[in-house]
């Protein structure tokens, strides 16, 4: 499979907890980005990275929520200490560098804070 | 800020019907407009990229264009199958390198 790959589809966690999510993106690729989407709505940018440089964060990534992507590869999102509004769906995609390229997504690791 | 609209919200056509699905957005400097579908729980599958020199693209029965000077987009579906029950989301990269999601239109093809 050479698509975007997302570890874990679902993860359920208690508050307080952290967790972390795995994002494998299309190997030539150079930029990954993660977004988070709540029930009925679109999904919101969280932030982004260019080979290993994370060049953009979205003021919804508070500062319990770090993201890495280590020599350009894969990427984690860890959420530290965990609350209930945490819940959501977090979907990772990655696209080549340019304006005109077409992203493509992961089927997305669905959290439910307990 | 780019803001993205979808409409209608939801939207149950009977099979083999054609059908029009809207989108607008407010920032007419988009790079391109993709079109995806998210099946229930499920990541999002893109189904078409429209470049911003481009008007239109289509892939089988899928027809989207493109006009920026309105901020408008539609994805044409002819003779729609029950298979084709998503939720179908628009969206549009900017200058900010990141997209703009609407909040989609969940379709139901009726048998």
């Known amino acids: 499979d050479t698509g975007v790959s997302q570890d874990p589809r679902h993860k359920i966690t208690k508050r307080g907890q952290n967790v972390t999510f795995r994002c494998d993106p299309i190997?030539?690729?150079?930029?990954l980005y993660w977004y988070r989407q709540t029930l009925g709505q679109g999904p919101e940018f969280l932030t982004y990275?260019?080979?290993?440089?994370?060049?953009?964060k979205s003021r919804l990534l508070s500062d319990r929520f770090s993201a890495e992507r280590p020599k350009g590869s894969f990427s984690t999102l860890e959420i530290q200490r965990t609350e209930q509004g945490d819940s959501a769906m977090y979907l990772c995609?990655?696209?080549?560098?340019?304006?005109?390229?077409?992203?493509?997504f992961g089927q997305g690791t669905r959290l439910t804070v307990v | 800020k780019q803001e993205v609209t979808q409409i209608p919200a939801a939207l149950s056509v009977p099979e083999g019907e054609n059908l029009v699905l809207n989108c607008s957005f407010t920032?007419?400097?988009?790079?391109?407009l993709q079109w995806f579908r998210q099946d229930p729980g499920k990541g999002l599958t893109s189904l078409l990229l429209?470049?911003?020199?481009?008007r239109e693209q289509t892939s089988g029965r899928l027809n989207a264009s493109l006009d920026k000077s309105s901020g408008r987009s539609t994805l044409y579906i002819a003779a729609s199958q029950p298979g084709d029950s998503a939720t179908y989301l628009c969206?549009?990269?900017?200058?900010?390198?990141?997209?703009?999601f609407g909040t989609g239109t969940r379709l139901t093809v009726i048998p």
């Open positions: 920032d007419s400097a988009i790079y391109n």
């Open positions: 995609a990655s696209h080549t560098t340019g304006r005109y390229t077409e992203a493509f």
């Open positions: 990275f260019q080979n290993e440089a994370q060049l953009e």
């Open positions: 190997s030539e690729h150079n930029r």
């Open positions: 969206a549009g990269l900017t200058g900010a390198n990141n997209l703009f």
């Open positions: 429209i470049q911003s020199s481009q």
